[in-house]
């Protein structure tokens, strides 16, 4: 099947701690994303990148840092400098970051800091 | 910069009835899509429906419409013959033409209750 897979579900982190999320697809996507969800509020952009070994930041990147070495991945690593961690964090992909595609999401990582 | 609006944070419907989801967006700009993605308690984000800002004519994917009017800049859905399985987050989302990186700006959601 193809798709978006994301782990872990759920990961818990204690302050001053890195911690990395996983995010694969296997659709063929150029482009990946990483959007932040926090409660009552609409998705926000951490990074995105169109192509292999190459991102850019979004609106809310401090704190946050990626890669891209394969197409098919997309991992977020979460810093200690990020003040306020705890969040809902999605993946999603698309074949390009042009303005007729439809972006394809994963099932989301809940990140707690203890 | 642009916004988009959801100024309902909870509508409820009964069964089989017919709903209405808001969202206003202020742009000034004339080529865009707006999107309103699904939010299950699964919390997969699955999108419902799309509108081209030059295409006049109303979007529409089974039972799910919307009701675009450019000049007030407003992107309303709707769902017809709810079902349970429609109980979930609906977000509002728009994206410009004129951003090279195409980002998607989202409204904070509005949450669908199904009355059984």
């Known amino acids: 099947d193809g798709g978006i897979t994301q782990s872990p579900k759920y990961l818990f982190r204690k302050e001053g701690q890195n911690v990395t999320l996983s995010c694969e697809q296997n659709l063929n996507h150029d482009a990946m994303y990483w959007y932040r969800q926090d409660p009552g509020q609409g998705l926000r952009l951490i990074y995105y990148?169109?192509?292999?070994?190459?991102?850019q930041k979004g609106d809310i990147a401090e704190g946050y840092s990626v890669s891209r070495e394969k197409k098919e991945s997309f991992p977020l690593t979460v810093t200690s400098a990020q003040k306020n961690p705890t969040a809902f964090y999605l993946c999603?992909?698309?074949?390009?970051?042009?303005?007729?595609?439809?972006?394809?999401f994963g099932p989301g990582t809940r990140l707690t800091v203890l | 910069a642009q916004t988009v609006t959801q100024s309902q944070p909870e509508m409820s419907v009964q069964e089989a009835e017919t709903v209405t989801l808001s969202c206003t967006y202020d742009t000034s700009e004339s080529d865009y899509y707006l999107f309103w993605y699904k939010q299950p308690p699964s919390r997969q984000m699955i999108l419902v429906i799309r509108?081209?800002?030059?295409k006049q004519q109303n979007a529409t994917e089974n039972r799910f419409s919307v009701n675009f009017q450019k000049a007030a800049k407003s992107f309303s859905l709707k769902i017809s013959d709810s079902q349970l399985g429609d109980a979930a987050m609906y977000f509002c989302a728009y994206r410009s033409a004129l951003d090279s990186n195409y980002q998607l700006i989202w409204g904070a959601g509005t949450k669908l209750i199904i009355k059984p």
């Open positions: 990148s169109q192509i292999v070994n190459d991102f």
């Open positions: 999603a992909s698309s074949t390009g970051v042009g303005l007729y595609n439809e972006q394809f």
């Open positions: 509108q081209e800002a030059y």
